[in-house]
């Protein structure tokens, strides 16, 4: 079954420069979440997006759902050392899963160099 | 701010050990649920719990696994007997409603 394909997979950037990390679904998305995680720690909710347009903001961090639900973007705004860690996308209600079950994109490692 | 909690932090077992994995979600939470991570790879859901009884479970989750709510606040993973495979980063997780997930920091399991 298909499942969540993030782009890049790593990112280098200088602070202060804005850069957007990609998560795609090759089907129709019910919910779709964003995490952050510190190498070898938990994982820290950052955004849940439901509905087709949606776009959430949180400090610095914006995140978009696709009008087809089908695609979401995580945007941040002159980032910060603090920014860094690794960004996860995740998905329930898809890939014949049912209920509330997570599945996971690979995840994108983001770099910010003072 | 309420968050799940996780102990112990790291756990190293000899292979063909019992290992029993505690969580403590948020309080007014009413779904549960466990997720792995071996290292470099995905996070994958292990098992979820509504109603003191599992609601799905993964391929994964096979006999050697078992979950339980022995009281109103922990909610805990059982191995049996541990392979080197299980060796990972277990997380607990808590939700509300069937949406929004709160991790728990992890616990590092280390089978030799």
């Known amino acids: 079954s298909q499942e969540l394909e993030q782009s890049p997979q790593s990112l280098i950037v200088q602070e202060g420069k804005n850069l957007t990390i990609n998560c795609t679904s090759s089907?129709?998305?019910?919910?779709l979440y964003w995490y952050k995680q510190k190498y070898g720690e938990g994982l820290i909710f950052l955004m849940m997006?439901?509905?087709?347009?949606e776009e959430k903001s949180h400090e610095k961090i914006t995140a978009k759902l696709d009008e087809k639900k089908q695609q979401s973007s995580l945007h941040i705004t002159a980032s910060q050392p603090s920014h860094a860690g690794i960004y996860l996308c995740?998905?329930?209600?898809?890939?014949?899963?049912?209920?509330?079950?997570?599945?996971f994109g690979e995840g994108t490692q983001l770099t910010v160099n003072p | 701010e309420p968050e799940v909690t996780q102990t112990p932090s790291h756990q190293v077992t000899q292979m063909g050990q019992e290992v029993i994995l505690r969580c403590v979600p948020i309080?007014?939470?009413?779904?549960f649920y466990w997720y792995r991570q071996i290292l470099g790879q995905k996070v994958e859901f292990l098992v979820s719990?509504?109603?003191?009884?599992?609601?799905?479970k993964s391929e994964i989750f096979d006999d050697q696994f078992s979950v339980e709510r022995p009281d109103g606040s922990n909610f805990t993973l059982k191995i049996r007997s541990t392979k080197l495979e299980d060796s990972a980063m277990y997380f607990c997780?808590?939700?509300?409603?069937?949406?929004?997930?709160?991790f728990g920091p992890g616990t590092r399991l280390l089978v030799l």
């Open positions: 997780a808590s939700s509300r409603t069937e949406e929004t997930q709160y």
């Open positions: 089907k129709t998305l019910y919910g």
């Open positions: 997006l439901q509905k087709g347009g």
């Open positions: 995740g998905a329930n209600g898809v890939f014949g899963t049912s209920g509330s079950r997570l599945t």
């Open positions: 309080s007014n939470h009413l779904y």
């Open positions: 719990f509504y109603n003191n009884e599992i609601s799905e």
